[in-house]
């Protein structure tokens, strides 16, 4: 006698950008996916309704919105950006005027539904709306349900606890906004900042790596942090 293999739950709704019914299997409830008619982004509900959801965003904090970019974020980026000392410890590069507007163009297009691709956002003031960082974020596996990031701020803005406030953002995003299982990322050991922000916002270092990246020519160790969704309250 063979196991029955369970019937498989969908979950229906209708696309929110294209308005036409759509069905995703249960187990996806809480991701976002590729509309299969029109190929927008929609987060899957947990249960059959009428429509499907939007990716939740722009995040709020108290002192930030983190938000898609905007054309005319160009000189704030600009700014960020081309500060050379904030990636001593980045396996990113600065930008110069003609990068960063590449970068906004092409990130208009992205769309966060598989690996390889990063969401970026913005964060911008409250108090004076000026982009003063950006949140990178990227799936993990192919499964979607863990996220990585990293956070880069404006040397001006620094330990004034916005990196902190930042990663709880995307905690929210990650656990509540979605439903993902695991949130981690990985700093260069020697960035003392970076960690200690990561401890600040509630994630668990996890383990040291020796010489496991090569950057600007040297092998360096690395730190990874992480938190689940079931550490969330
Ligand atoms: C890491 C970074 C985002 C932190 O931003 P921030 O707004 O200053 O973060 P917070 O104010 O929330 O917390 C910073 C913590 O680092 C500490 N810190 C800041 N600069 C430091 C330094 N040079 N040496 C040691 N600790 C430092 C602060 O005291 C604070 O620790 P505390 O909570 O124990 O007081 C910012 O330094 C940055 O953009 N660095 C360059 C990019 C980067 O390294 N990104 C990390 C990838 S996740």
Avoid at 80 to 90: G, I, K, Q
Avoid at 126 to 137: C, H, T, Y
């Amino acid at each position: 006698m063979t196991p029955e293999t369970p019937e498989p739950v969908f979950i229906d709704f209708k696309c929110p950008h294209c308005s036409r019914a759509i069905s995703f299997p249960d187990h996806r409830a809480g991701l976002p996916q590729e509309c299969p008619l029109c190929f927008a982004v929609v987060v899957i509900p947990a249960q059959s309704q009428e429509y499907g959801l939007l990716l939740p965003l722009p995040l709020n904090t108290q002192r930030l919105v983190l938000r898609r970019f905007a054309p005319g974020d160009w000189k704030d980026l600009l700014e960020l950006m081309s500060d050379e000392e904030s990636f001593r410890y980045l396996d990113w590069n600065p930008m110069d005027e003609a990068g960063v507007i590449e970068w906004i163009e092409k990130d208009q297009s992205v769309s966060f539904t598989q690996t390889g691709v990063t969401l970026n956002l913005g964060l911008v003031l409250r108090e004076n709306p000026k982009l003063i960082g950006v949140a990178s974020l990227h799936f993990i596996e192919d499964d979607l349900r863990q996220l990585g990031f990293q956070i880069l701020i404006h040397p001006n803005h620094r330990c004034r606890g916005l990196g902190a406030e930042t990663v709880g953002a995307i905690l929210d995003f990650a656990f509540r906004g979605l439903n993902l299982h695991r949130i981690a990322t990985v700093t260069d050991r020697r960035n003392v900042a970076g960690r200690k922000t990561l401890d600040r916002a509630g994630l668990r270092q996890e383990g040291e790596c020796l010489k496991a990246r090569f950057q600007r020519g040297e092998w360096i160790d690395t730190v990874w942090h992480a938190r689940l969704q079931a550490e969330s309250p």
